[in-house]
């Protein structure tokens, strides 16, 4: 059996599989887009849905900056403007992943 699901049962499925905190609300907001986007009815290929997998593929971070942090591959002077070292960050993110921006943080696609 097949469905199609909106924005309300996408987060549905996640409260009910525990994961509701695993995203913020405009996170899931954004990851939800993101999925209708690539996968609109256009495509021949159909998605099934799987919180686990999701939760387990994309991490949310305030920033970009926050998402590089620790990496041994991203490496930006401390005494740039923070302006500048986010947009760095970014640009590193892109070059390696897909990368989801909203109003609040980014979610990567782990890599």
């Known amino acids: 059996m ?15 599989y525990g994961q509701i905190d695993q995203f913020s609300s405009n996170g899931l907001t954004a990851l939800y ?3 209708e986007e690539v ?3 256009s495509t021949e290929y159909e998605y099934n849905l799987d919180v686990v997998s999701l939760c387990c593929e994309y991490t949310e ?4 900056l926050d998402a590089v942090y620790g990496s041994t591959n991203f490496e930006c002077e401390d005494s740039l403007d923070e302006d500048f070292k986010e947009s760095e ?21 782990n890599f």
């Open 39 to 41: 996968y609109d009815e």
């Open 2 to 16: 097949k469905i199609t699901i909106n924005e309300s049962i996408f987060k549905d499925q996640f409260r009910l």
């Open 61 to 64: 971070y305030a920033s970009a």
């Open 33 to 35: 887009d993101y999925l």
């Open 89 to 109: 960050a970014l640009k590193y993110l892109q070059k390696k992943t897909q990368v989801i921006i909203f109003i609040g943080g980014i979610i990567i696609q």
